[in-house]
C-alpha cells in the first residue's frame, strides 16, 4: 500500500488539547516550523486537563482555546464552520482504567458519546479529515509472547476498553456508511513531562519525592509497551500528513517493562538525581491487591507505520524517562489546576 500525496493542514480542531497528549501535540505543532495553519482548541476542562500544559503557546497568534463539550453537537457544527476546519485530531477521552471500574457512565458519555457527536457533525462538513486517537487495550491481553497488529480481534476487558473500542467500531462505521475520511492509531502506554500524577510512571515519580507509599497491584509483574509521548506525537503528526483514508496504525514503543521493574528505574534515577540513598525510596514500595480484569501484558507491532509512514520512536525509556523525571522534580511537585484562567478563551455560542 502507498501513502497518498500529503494531506495540506491549514485549521485544526484539538479536541481534549489542554490534557496530556492533546497538549503535547499543540506545542510541537506551533513549533514546528513545518506547520503554518492554526490550532483551536476545544476543551471541555475535566479533571485531567490543566491549562497550564499550555502556558508557552497561551499568547500565540495561532492557537486558539475553545471551552465546550465534544457532545455539543451544534457547537461542533459552529466551529467547524466559522474556524473552516480542514482536520480533527481527536483526543478527548476518559482514560483512567481504575475509574472506568468505579464508575463506567463518564467514559460512555465522553468516549462514547462525545464521538459520536463528532462524527455526527462531520457528516455536515464531509471534506474535513478525523483522526481518532485509540489504545492498545482495545485488544484485550496478550500472554507472555506475541504483539497486536492492526488485524487483532477486538477484546477489551475493562469499561475504558470498551468505551474506546465501541468509539473506534463508530469511526469506521460512518468512514464505511458515509464515505467520511478518518484515520484510527492505538497507542501503548505512553509518559513523559505534563502527565496527570493519577497515571502509573508519575504516580510513583511523585510519591517517592513525597516518599509516600509506591503501591503496586498484584506482585508487580503486569507488562506494559512504553512509548515516550513526543515519540507519539510524531507519529501522529506522519498520519495527518500521509495516512491512508480508513486506515488504523498501530503505535508502539518497542519497548517492555512489567510495572515493578519501572518502579526499580524510577527508583534508581531518583537516588542518583537527588544524591540519595535508593534504599529510601525501596522501602516505600507496596503491594496492594490487583484490579479486577487487571491485563497481564501489552505489546505493539509497528511494522506497519514503519513501513507505510517511515516512523519509529526515536526516545529510549532511559532517555525519556530521566526527562520525565527531571521534569517533575522542577515543575511538577508543586503543579496546580488552572481553570478559571481566561486569558484567549473564546466561547461560542451555539
Not at 53 to 64: A, F, G, I, M, P
Not at 70 to 93: C, G, M, N, P
Not at 154 to 159: A, G, I, T
Not at 305 to 320: N, V, Y
Request: net charge neutral.
Amino acid at each position: 500500500m502507498q501513502c497518498i500525496k500529503q494531506r495540506p493542514l491549514h485549521s485544526l480542531l484539538v479536541t481534549g488539547g489542554a490534557g496530556f497528549i492533546g497538549s503535547a501535540f499543540i506545542r510541537y505543532m506551533l513549533r514546528n516550523s513545518e506547520f503554518t495553519g492554526r490550532i483551536v482548541n476545544l476543551d471541555a476542562l475535566t479533571y485531567a486537563a490543566n491549562l497550564d500544559n499550555l502556558k508557552e503557546v497561551d499568547n500565540h497568534l495561532r492557537y486558539q482555546w475553545i471551552h465546550g463539550d465534544i457532545r455539543d453537537q451544534k457547537l461542533i457544527e459552529t466551529i467547524l464552520s466559522e474556524q473552516k476546519i480542514d482536520t480533527i485530531v481527536h483526543f478527548a477521552a476518559e482514560t483512567h482504567v481504575d475509574r472506568s471500574i468505579t464508575s463506567a457512565h463518564p467514559f460512555i458519555e465522553s468516549n462514547v458519546l462525545g464521538t459520536l457527536s463528532l462524527l455526527e457533525a462531520l457528516r455536515k462538513f464531509p471534506s474535513v479529515h478525523f483522526h481518532h486517537i485509540s489504545t492498545d487495550e482495545v485488544y484485550g491481553a496478550l500472554g507472555k509472547t506475541g504483539q497486536f497488529n492492526e488485524n487483532s480481534l477486538y477484546r477489551p476487558n475493562s469499561p475504558y476498553a470498551a468505551s474506546k473500542a465501541a468509539s473506534d467500531h463508530l469511526v469506521r462505521a460512518f468512514h464505511n456508511t458515509y464515505h467520511l475520511s478518518t484515520t484510527i492509531s492505538h497507542c501503548s502506554n505512553n509518559f513523559g513531562p505534563y502527565q496527570n500524577p493519577e497515571k502509573f510512571i508519575p504516580l510513583m515519580i511523585t510519591h517517592c519525592l513525597e516518599e509516600k507509599p509506591l503501591p503496586l497491584y498484584g506482585n508487580g509483574e503486569n507488562i506494559r509497551d512504553w512509548l515516550y509521548v513526543d515519540d507519539h506525537i510524531e507519529a501522529i503528526y506522519k498520519i495527518l500528513q500521509f495516512g491512508q483514508k480508513g486506515e488504523v496504525y498501530d503505535i508502539g514503543g518497542n519497548c517492555e517493562f512489567c510495572n515493578l521493574e519501572i518502579v526499580h528505574q524510577i527508583i534508581d534515577l531518583l537516588a542518583k538525581e537527588l544524591r540519595k540513598d535508593r534504599s529510601t525510596y525501596c522501602n516505600l514500595i507496596h503491594f496492594v491487591p490487583d484490579r479486577p480484569g487487571h491485563d497481564f501484558r501489552y505489546a505493539i507491532d509497528n511494522s506497519k507505520i514503519q513501513k507505510e509512514l517511515h516512523w519509529r520512536p526515536q526516545t529510549s525509556f532511559h532517555e525519556g524517562l530521566t526527562k520525565t523525571i527531571k521534569w517533575y522534580i522542577k515543575f511538577g511537585f508543586n503543579r496546580t489546576k488552572s481553570y478559571g484562567r481566561t486569558n484567549k478563551q473564546y466561547i461560542i455560542s451555539p
